[in-house]
């Protein structure tokens, strides 16, 4: 879920604001649902995101699934994210580059190598019309939905803030 607002974050069991978590998973410091196997989060989720975007049930739970499965309730571990498309960078090659050859904390390859983005001309505007059409046809669901959902996603990334 795209943590834009504090309001969308969990509460830590001090009141704070959870820096990982979603109101909807954690509230003071626990999950909501702290037995649900990933399995049955996966459908709950899925359920959610077929109906909110016209998704089929089964393309929703595969989306769902590989994008549970690199969270830290179920992968044991902060798994970063790039801060441009928002793909997790689970391994070093996954990683873009800096100027100097090192592995970026921050970016994929394919959005930023050599210290630079490799569009760097590239709006979030842009980047909404060109990844709603492949999103759109890999998930089987509507155009305008698509861009709705990739609208959603990106606001929270930091590139586009």
């Known amino acids: ?8 974050r969990g509460t830590e069991a001090d009141g704070s604001i959870s820096g990982i978590y979603c109101t909807h998973c954690y509230q ?3 999950f909501t649902q702290p037995n649900a196997s990933i399995e049955e989060m996966t459908d709950v ?12 049930k089964e393309n929703a739970r595969s989306f769902v699934g590989q994008h549970l499965r690199v969270l830290k309730r179920w992968s044991g571990r902060m798994i970063p994210s790039c801060k441009s498309c928002g793909m997790p960078l689970v391994s070093e090659q996954d990683a873009g580059t800096e100027s100097d050859g090192s592995v970026s904390r921050e970016y994929c390859t394919h959005c930023y190598q050599n210290g630079a983005y490799t569009e760097p ?19 089987g669901m509507p155009l305008d939905k698509a861009r709705k959902m990739v609208t959603a996603f990106t606001s929270a990334l930091p590139r586009w803030n």
């Open 121 to 139: 001309d590239l709006t979030r505007e842009t980047m909404i019309e060109k990844y709603a059409p492949v999103l759109a046809q890999s998930l």
């Open 1 to 8: 879920m795209p943590m834009i607002r504090d309001g969308d």
């Open 28 to 30: 003071m410091g626990q």
């Open 45 to 56: 989720c899925a359920g959610i995101m077929s109906e909110m975007f016209s998704i089929p």
